[in-house]
């Protein structure tokens, strides 16, 4: 699903992530770990077209992030750290907006947004105004613009940040029955628990560079994660 060789990102003499391969499956949730200021959020976005790579290429599902930038993106929803929101947009004209700028017709439009909706409990919401929404409903909202147009790739950075455990609950779900279609969930965390409990293989950035990647038994060994994540990031116990 995500084929990324070389990839790197540098700001003048700063390199944010080092040279970078990397290959995500079809079908799993792969987590991306490490601490504030790793590159974490760097490669997220270059994986996800946002940002330019200094140098290295990105293929997703096939095709190539560079050269075919419409048709890889088409395949993909990307959610970051800080999603914006129209505030002033009911639900509804929220999604049909997202819709609109993927080229849905409308017909399909029309039936998918009533699919995501009721999928994130917010069908009966559909119509208020997304200023009147909780924390936690705007997250599942902007999650259901994401799956709007059904990708294959489902980028998140930090999906969990401020939700109750019922919400957080809902998302492991939903990424689960998203993986479980055979389509693929690539997301950022620094919660530990999250990664081992959802995560069919990890992969621990440390100063822009992969320290650690395998199945969750595979980077652990003996040990919890919370131990290796705190050798490798020389955090204090």
């Known amino acids: 699903?995500?084929?990324?060789?070389?990839?790197?990102?540098?700001?003048?003499?700063?390199?944010?992530?080092?040279?970078?391969?990397?290959?995500?499956?079809?079908?799993?949730?792969?987590?991306?770990?490490?601490?504030?200021?790793?590159?974490?959020?760097?490669?997220?976005?270059?994986?996800?077209?946002?940002?330019?790579?200094?140098?290295?290429?990105?293929?997703?599902?096939?095709?190539?992030?560079?050269?075919?930038?419409?048709?890889?993106?088409?395949?993909?929803?990307?959610?970051?750290?800080?999603?914006?929101?129209?505030?002033?947009?009911?639900?509804?004209?929220?999604?049909?907006?997202?819709?609109?700028?993927?080229?849905?017709?409308?017909?399909?439009?029309?039936?998918?947004?009533?699919?995501?909706?009721?999928?994130?409990?917010?069908?009966?919401?559909?119509?208020?105004?997304?200023?009147?929404?909780?924390?936690?409903?705007k997250q599942r909202l902007v999650l259901a613009g994401a799956l709007l147009h059904e990708p294959r790739l489902l980028i998140v950075d930090e999906p969990m940040v401020g939700l109750d455990p019922s919400g957080a609950k809902q998302i492991k779900r939903t990424f689960r029955e998203f993986v479980e279609a055979g389509r693929t969930v690539f997301m950022s965390t620094h919660t530990l628990t999250v990664a081992a409990e959802i995560c069919d293989r990890i992969a621990i950035i440390h100063a822009g560079r992969i320290a650690a990647i395998g199945t969750p038994a595979e980077v652990c060994g003996q040990r919890s994660l919370e131990d290796v994540f705190m050798t490798i990031t020389g955090s204090p116990a």
């Open 1 to 137: 699903m995500i084929q990324a060789r070389g990839v790197e990102k540098r700001y003048a003499a700063f390199r944010a992530v080092h040279p970078m391969d990397l290959d995500v499956r079809d079908g799993e949730v792969f987590g991306f770990l490490g601490l504030n200021g790793a590159g974490k959020t760097t490669t997220l976005r270059m994986l996800a077209g946002v940002l330019p790579p200094t140098a290295g290429t990105i293929v997703i599902d096939g095709k190539d992030l560079q050269k075919d930038p419409v048709e890889a993106r088409r395949v993909l929803g990307f959610i970051p750290d800080r999603p914006y929101l129209y505030d002033k947009l009911t639900a509804r004209e929220y999604l049909n907006f997202i819709g609109e700028i993927y080229g849905m017709q409308r017909g399909h439009l029309a039936e998918r947004l009533v699919a995501v909706l009721e999928m994130h409990a917010l069908l009966p919401q559909a119509d208020a105004l997304v200023e009147s929404f909780s924390h936690g409903m």
